[in-house]
C-alpha cells in the first residue's frame, strides 16, 4: 500500500474510531471479488433475459429454490463455525468441516429422492431429474466452497480474493455460454451444479495444500458451535426460500422469474456490506465489550450514510436500467424500488456481527425466531393477497423487524459483558 494513503487511512480513524488499514487491506480484496461477481452476474442476467423464456427461468429458480431448502437439512451454518475456528488458529478446521458436513448431509440425498420421486410420478420429469442433480451436487458444492471462510478467518485476503474472483467469474462465464445454446431448465440446472461444483473443489484442494504444514490443528467446539448455528439456519433457510416456492406454485413461472429480477441487483449491492461484517468478525472476537462499545455508535452511522446514499440513487436510476438492461423485464422495476427500502437496515449489521462474534446463541435464537415468524406469515399473506408486491412488502417490514431485534439483543449483551468485564 502507498505510503501517503495509509497516513490518510490512519488520520481517518481518528474520526472513524475503526482500525481503516486492517479494513481497506480486507475490503479492497473483497471489493474486487464483489465487483467481478457482480459485473459476471450482470452479464448472466442480461443473457437470461434474452435467451430464456420466463416459464424456463422461473423452473430453473424453482429447482434452486427446493435444493436450497433440502441443503438446510445439513450442516447449513458450518461456514461460521470455521471461520471462527481459523482465525483462532485451528487450521486442521477445513478439512474436518468439509467431512463433517458431507457426513451431515444424508438428509438432503434422501430428501432429493424423495422429492425427484414425487415429481417423476406426478410426470414432471424436468423437476425430479433437476432435484437429483441438485440433491447429489449441493453437499459437496457447500463442503468445497469452505475455503473462503476459512480464508477470512485467516485473515488471506489476497488469496480469498484470487480465489474467489476465478470461483465466480468461471462458472458464470460458462453457464452463459450454456444459456446462449439452450433454455432447458435440467440443462441449466445440471450446468449451474457442475461448473460451480468442480471450481469449489479446485480452490478447496489449492487452500488445503497452502496450509498443509498446520493442518493438525484442530478445534473440538467447531461441530458444537456449527450445529447450533445449522439448526438456526434451518428455520431462517426455508423462510429464506419460500417467497421463490410460494410465488412458482400460486402465481406462476414466470411470475417468479420477474420476482427474481426485482430483487437481484439490491440483493447484489448487499454484497459488500456482508463482506465488511466479516471484516470485522475478527476484530470483535479480539476486542473488550467496552472497546466495542465504544466504537459502535460510529460503525452504524457510516453504514447508514452509505446505505442511504446507495439506496436513494438505485430508486432513482432502477426504471433506466431495467428498461436499458432487461426490457423483457420492464415491469420489475417498481417492485425493485420498493425492495431497495431494506437497504437501509445494513446500518444496523455491525450489531448482528457482534451476536456471532461473540458466540450468543440465546440471541442469535431469539434473532432466528423474529426473522421466521415474521418472514413466513409476511410473505404467505403477502402472496395470496398483493402478489409480487406483497412478498417484496413483507420482506422489507421483516428485515426492519429483525435489525431491530439485533440492536435491542445487542445492547443488553454489550451491557452485561462490560459488567462482567469491571468485576
Known amino acids: 500500500m502507498p505510503p501517503f494513503l495509509e497516513k490518510i487511512l490512519r488520520w481517518s480513524e481518528r474520526y472513524t474510531k475503526t482500525d481503516m488499514l486492517y479494513l481497506a487491506r480486507g475490503g479492497f480484496s473483497s471489493a474486487v471479488t464483489q465487483a467481478a461477481g457482480i459485473t459476471v452476474s450482470l452479464l448472466l442476467a442480461v443473457a437470461v433475459s434474452h435467451f430464456v423464456p420466463k416459464e424456463s427461468y422461473g423452473a430453473y429458480k424453482y429447482i434452486l429454490s427446493i435444493v436450497g431448502i433440502l441443503s438446510l437439512f445439513s450442516l447449513n451454518s458450518i461456514g461460521s463455525a470455521v471461520f471462527q475456528s481459523a482465525a483462532q488458529g485451528f487450521d486442521g478446521v477445513l478439512a474436518r468441516a468439509f467431512w463433517d458436513n458431507i457426513r451431515w448431509s444424508v438428509a438432503v440425498f434422501a430428501g432429493a429422492l424423495l422429492l425427484a420421486a414425487y415429481y417423476f410420478v406426478m410426470g414432471n420429469n424436468t ?48 453457464f452463459i455460454g450454456v444459456v446462449m445454446l439452450t433454455s432447458d431448465p435440467l440443462l441449466l440446472v445440471a450446468a449451474y451444479f457442475i461448473t460451480n461444483t468442480v471450481a469449489a473443489l479446485y480452490f478447496y484442494r489449492r487452500t488445503l495444500e497452502a496450509y498443509r504444514s498446520h493442518m493438525h490443528t484442530h478445534d473440538e467446539d467447531m461441530l458444537h458451535y456449527s450445529k447450533h448455528l445449522s439448526f438456526m439456519g434451518i428455520i431462517n433457510g426455508i423462510a429464506n426460500y419460500i417467497d421463490q416456492v410460494l410465488i412458482f406454485h400460486f402465481l406462476g413461472g414466470a411470475q417468479l422469474a420477474v420476482y427474481s429480477f426485482a430483487v437481484a441487483i439490491p440483493d447484489q449491492l448487499k454484497s459488500p456490506a456482508k463482506n465488511i ?51 423483457k423485464y420492464a415491469e420489475a ?91
Not at 489476497?158 to 470461483?167: E, K, M, P
Not at 467496552?290 to 447508514?304: A, D, P, T
Not at 417498481?334 to 461473540?358: E, F, G, H, K, N
Not at 435464537?365 to 423474529?370: D, E, G, Q, S
Open 127 to 174: 423437476l425430479a431429474a433437476g432435484i437429483l442433480i441438485g440433491g447429489a451436487l449441493s453437499p459437496i458444492l457447500a463442503s468445497a466452497s469452505l475455503f473462503s471462510s476459512f480464508l477470512g478467518g485467516k485473515k488471506d485476503f489476497y488469496r480469498q480474493a484470487l480465489y474467489g474472483i476465478v470461483d465466480v467469474t468461471v462458472p458464470v462465464l460458462i
Open 277 to 327: 461484517g466479516a471484516i470485522l468478525q475478527p476484530r470483535f472476537v479480539a476486542y473488550s465489550g467496552r472497546e466495542i462499545q465504544k466504537n459502535m455508535g460510529r460503525k452504524v452511522l457510516l453504514m447508514f450514510i452509505g446505505s442511504l446514499c446507495v439506496t436513494m440513487l438505485y430508486i432513482v436510476a432502477a426504471p433506466d436500467i431495467f428498461q436499458f438492461l432487461f426490457p
Open 333 to 423: 422495476a417498481r417492485y425493485s424500488q420498493l425492495y431497495a427500502l431494506w437497504m437501509l437496515t445494513i446500518a444496523l449489521d455491525p450489531v448482528s456481527t457482534y451476536l456471532v462474534a461473540r458466540k450468543l446463541t440465546s440471541e442469535l435464537y431469539m434473532n432466528t425466531a423474529v426473522y421466521s415468524v415474521f418472514q413466513l406469515v409476511g410473505v404467505t399473506i403477502g402472496v395470496l393477497v398483493w402478489g409480487i408486491a406483497g412478498v417484496i412488502i413483507a420482506r422489507v417490514i421483516t428485515r426492519i423487524a429483525v435489525s431491530t431485534t439485533n440492536y435491542i439483543l445487542y445492547r443488553r449483551a454489550v451491557m452485561r459483558e462490560i459488567a462482567s468485564e469491571a468485576v
